[in-house]
């Protein structure tokens, strides 16, 4: 099993930023997809970014220009930088990661960081 660990969330007032990180373990990992998802209250699960291993990423038009994902390869991690956060930013934050792992397929998430952004 793939075991992600987040950190990085908190309170936060609008116009402030954050910095969200993600580290997968476990041995053997070829890691395909990594990204955040966040979900506020009452609502769906939505995506923010992706970032694939070829280099390319993906962003909600919501974020696009004030969040940037990241990868670090070597060390199986994943960050959004979010800056210029507003309210509606407000949500729980979850990582994803997608890849193969001894010749399995797996798609692991994290438990979820809670981002407050309030004045």
């Known amino acids: 099993q793939v075991q992600l660990v987040e950190s990085g969330g908190g309170l936060v007032q609008p116009g402030g930023s954050l910095r969200l990180s993600c580290t997968a373990s476990g041995s053997s990992l070829s890691i395909a997809a990594m990204g955040w998802y966040r979900q506020a209250p009452g609502k769906q699960r939505d995506l923010v970014a992706t970032a694939s291993s070829g280099g390319s990423t993906n962003y909600a038009d919501s974020v696009k220009g004030r969040f940037t994902i990241s990868r670090d390869n070597a060390k199986n991690t994943v960050y959004l930088q979010m800056n210029s956060l507003k309210p509606e930013d407000t949500g729980v934050y979850f990582c994803?990661?997608?890849?193969?792992?001894?010749?399995?397929?797996?798609?692991?998430w994290g438990q979820g960081t809670q981002v407050t952004v309030s004045s």
């Open positions: 994803n990661v997608r890849g193969v792992r001894n010749l399995r397929i797996f798609n692991s």
